[in-house]
């Protein structure tokens, strides 16, 4: 059984910086394209950034500019680095494949409030 593991998160002020990371045990890790999702209170689950197998990432536009995804496939991380974060980019946050094929790990918290 695939397990997702997150990490990373806590409680930092409005512009602070976290970085999350993501411990993955499927096999053939390398060809699968990874996302961080997040969801906040009353929300939907939703894509934050993904990076497939070359690298190329793509960003929600309201984290653009602000997060960078990247991943390590020989150790199956994906990471997630938020900087400049807001009191909107406070969720819970995920990862999975893209599109979701796994169930879903425990998720990290992030808090963004002064």
């Known amino acids: 059984q695939v397990q997702l593991v997150e990490s990373g998160g806590g409680s930092v002020q409005p512009g602070g910086s976290l970085r999350l990371s993501c411990a993955a045990s499927?096999?053939?890790?390398?060809?699968?394209?990874m996302g961080w999702y997040r969801q906040g209170p009353g929300n939907r689950r939703d894509l934050v950034a993904r990076?497939?197998?070359?690298?190329?990432?793509y960003y929600v536009d309201s984290v653009l500019g602000r997060f960078t995804i990247s991943r390590d496939n020989a150790e199956k991380l994906v990471n997630l680095q938020m900087n400049s974060l807001k009191p909107e980019d406070a969720a819970v946050y995920y990862c999975?494949?893209?599109?979701?094929?796994?169930?879903w790990g425990q998720g990290t918290q992030v808090t963004v409030s002064s």
């Open positions: 499927m096999s053939q890790f390398r060809t699968y394209v």
């Open positions: 990076i497939d197998n070359r690298g190329n990432q």
């Open positions: 999975n494949t893209w599109p979701a094929l796994f169930s």
